[in-house]
DNA sequence: GCCGGATAGACTGTCGACAGTTTTTTCAGA
DNA sequence: TCTGAAAAAACTGTCGACAGTCTATCCGGC
């Protein structure tokens, strides 16, 4: 066993010799997963860079382990690599969000639209509840928790969708999640979320996306005009 | 050096050191690239398992270089992993296939509607000869040459919205290329190209967008229709 | 001082080997 | 012949080491 570190991904007893059916923890993934919270959470911002073996001592694992990891959050478009030169926490800057929010709205135009077609009552009343919760914990000032319920939110709708692709290309645009704080009227995004919820309800699938459209749009203007009048949080423009 | 072998990646003349300039070439991008045409070409099919010591005998490299190159596949859908037994190329099924319709009618839309406020007269002509060059490929019944035209105008269409997440994203559709051999009249096909560059001249985002949509529509109703009457080549089916 | 080439350090790319897991094969017993 | 446990084979996951590349520093000439 090697010399163990506090931030170590593998802990001492990694494996309990009980748990047979249980498969071996990759520790590519649980690397990935450490580095994307690293990353989602600010302690490191955009393009600054990911030195490999920095994190491999850190991690307690060897440096082809925390290559792989990298290589899986690349696709996720988390970070960038350059060849020969490095890995780097994505960059953002305003157009590239405008861009991801362009591509997220005609996604979720798509996946409300189809969700008419498949809803059924109970996966309905399952949204109305999380949108009903969103909106408690705007009331009560928890805009983390908010935040994480609408995303959830906007998951649960995209899976509901049925298209499985939708789903795996709603990372491309999660990458944004941590940088925008758009924080909106909670009694107003409520009140859009029914609307979407109604109308998938009432099987009416152009209003449906109408109504989500302009519920992505209106984030989309938020952060527009911040980046205009460049009230951005400068660590995390590149 | 290695023994060589007829199917290696690497060359024996793989560095003059003439050109001092070039950036070393990173075998995992060859690799990657190698893999892709295998599967995209036929070579191996949907399902099946991808060997990891089986390439790096064949490319002759080290496993670690396969492993890495599968990761990098991984993010377009190309190939699926699972944890400790391997890799296998993509399944899909039709349900996917038109899945990925879906998502590709909803982004090319996108695409024109953005190609309305930014693209130039020049842009619009280039586009315009590689219309008239797929059909001028149809006519002389050259359908591979046909295809990838038509893959480039539709991604140029992509590049020149502005909105570089579309790019990054036409490769989890891109897969699909090599399947469907949709093989539609040439004619036609021009025609509905010429309309959606005229809409696009003529900054009319509404109708560009149904006419690309449309378009899109077209080749997915037929493999919608081939896929229930099951006329799918069989290996391509899961 | 400062400009450009040599040099050293840091880091990435690639490699072969070992460890652990899954799959196949073997073989004793019914 | 069939069943199922045990052994063997095949393969993936992880590791440490070496080689090549990039970057920063040093130093001599101007």
Redesign the interface.
């Known amino acids: 066993m090697r010399r163990g570190g506090s931030a170590s991904v593998r802990s001492a007893s990694s494996r309990s010799p009980a748990a047979r059916s249980t498969?071996?923890v990759?520790t590519r993934?649980q690397v990935r997963d450490a580095l994307e919270r690293l990353i989602l959470d600010g302690t490191h911002k955009p393009g600054t860079r990911l030195v490999q073996e920095q994190f491999a001592r850190r991690f307690n694992v060897a440096r082809?382990v925390v290559?792989?990891a990298l290589?899986?959050l690349?696709?996720?478009?988390l970070v960038e690599s350059v060849?020969?030169r490095g890995v780097y926490v994505g960059r953002l800057d305003a157009a590239?969000l405008i861009?991801?929010f362009?591509?997220r709205?005609?996604?979720e135009?798509?996946a409300v639209r189809?969700c008419c077609e498949r809803t059924t009552r109970e996966e309905l009343r399952g949204l109305e509840a999380m949108a009903e919760r969103i909106r408690d914990l705007g009331r009560q000032r928890r805009p983390t928790e908010m935040a994480s319920t609408d995303r959830a939110f906007h998951d649960e709708l995209l899976r509901l969708s049925g298209?499985?692709?939708?789903v795996?290309?709603s990372s491309?645009?999660r990458v944004f999640g941590k940088v925008i704080r758009v924080g909106r009227d909670p009694e107003q995004v409520f009140r859009e979320h029914m609307g979407i919820l109604r109308a998938i309800g009432a099987n009416q699938p152009e209003r449906a996306e109408r109504l989500a459209r302009a519920h992505i749009r209106v984030a989309r203007e938020i952060v527009a005009r911040r980046a205009r009048s460049g009230r951005f949080v400068p660590e995390w423009v590149s």
Chains 1, 2 share one sequence.
Request: negative net charge; proline residues 0%; aromatic residues 2%.
């Open positions: 498969r071996r990759v993934h082809s290559r792989e290589l899986e690349q696709s996720s478009g060849d020969n590239r861009e991801a362009e591509v709205e005609a996604l135009a798509l189809l298209n499985r692709m939708l795996s290309l491309s645009w």
